[in-house]
């Protein structure tokens, strides 16, 4: 059975950081890319940042230079570190692993980020 668990979620003050873990079993961890994304009230889950099996990284323009995505595939965990938070930033965030070319895709059930003063 596949899981991907969130934790590390929470309130936080603007220009704050967060780090974000996501958990998974029950898959070949290495052999999958792992995806951050985001889902703001009334708006759609977007991507926010992802590392290849290969560990190439890539990030929304929006968080460029603040957050950073790691795996760490003994521990079958990825991260996000999230720095310089804004209130943008709020949103409920899911891990996403998949293998596109066998059309596997895997979610977690998220935690919720709430960027304020």
């Known amino acids: 059975q596949v899981k991907l668990v969130e934790s590390g979620g929470g309130l936080v003050q603007p220009g704050g950081s967060l780090r974000l873990s996501c958990a998974a079993s029950?898959?070949?961890?290495?052999?999958?890319?792992l995806d951050w994304y985001r889902q703001a009230p009334g708006k759609q889950r977007e991507p926010v940042a992802g590392?290849?099996?290969?560990?190439?990284?890539n990030y929304a323009d929006s968080v460029k230079g603040r957050f950073t995505i790691s795996r760490d595939n003994t521990e079958k965990m990825v991260y996000l570190q999230m720095n310089s938070l804004k209130a943008e930033d709020t949103a409920f965030y899911y891990c996403n692993a998949n293998v596109p070319r066998i059309g596997r895709s895997y979610w977690g059930q998220g935690t919720q980020v709430t960027v304020s003063s």
């Open positions: 029950g898959i070949i961890f290495s052999s999958y890319n």
């Open positions: 590392i290849t099996s290969g560990g190439s990284t």
